[in-house]
């Protein structure tokens, strides 16, 4: 038993999870939402690799943060903060946007149900939990995850944020938001507010 842990949550739904689990720590008086984090990494690492191939270019030299949850239409890749600055129409923006909500859905079809991208999701599990333990030492990390921290009337999102030795140091604002994705945003918060509820009520139905 060790409540002052870090607790990096990769099961899906990780919308509904998070908060389900915050519910539980806050029985037990022990919830520190710092601690509690949603690993939503893979989202990143997907818009990183199809922007990169887009571009022609090195992946590792591409950067976009992703916020909103971590399922379907609430992935948000934050083209208009990616490194280098990415200039594609609209049509593009909205093929590469569709492709990072759609990814996990078709290696599952690709894998005729028989399984999905557990691979992928285990190296983005241990690039997060890299990132975050790099924090605990005091180096310089950062990462997207969806934890509580209150976007507008939703009481979990991801954001892009910083660690530090007590998990969570800095929230990178959202701002400077393209006509695009403040479109998007809506369309998030909609679906991730009756994400969230799901967890919450089922996490208060147990015993």
Not at 58 to 77: E, L
Not at 132 to 154: C, K, L, W
Request: proline fraction near 5%; include cysteine.
């Amino acid at each position: 038993y060790a409540p002052d842990a870090t607790l990096c949550i990769v099961t899906n739904p990780v919308n509904s999870i998070v908060p389900a689990c915050a519910e539980v720590y806050k029985q037990a008086g022990v919830f520190n939402p710092k601690k509690l984090l949603g690993v939503s990494l893979l989202d990143t690492i997907r818009a990183e690799t199809f922007v990169a191939k887009e571009l022609k270019t090195d992946v590792n030299k591409v950067t976009i943060p992703v916020i909103g949850g971590h399922a379907g239409v609430t992935i948000m890749p934050w083209f208009s903060h990616a490194t280098p600055k990415v200039d594609f129409d609209e049509s593009t923006l909205t093929a590469l946007d569709n492709h990072v909500q759609g990814a996990g859905t078709d290696v599952v079809n690709a894998k005729a149900g028989a399984g999905s991208a557990t691979l992928a999701m285990a190296y983005a599990a241990a690039e997060f939990v890299e990132v975050v333990i790099r924090g605990m030492h005091g180096e310089q990390a950062s990462a997207s995850t969806f934890f509580n921290e209150p976007y507008g009337d939703v009481q979990y999102f991801s954001y892009l944020c910083d660690f530090g030795p007590e998990g969570v140091s800095k929230i990178h604002p959202i701002e400077g938001l393209s006509e695009h994705e403040a479109g998007r945003l809506q369309e998030v918060i909609t679906k991730l507010k009756v994400d969230v509820q799901r967890g919450i009520d089922f996490a208060n139905k147990q015993e």
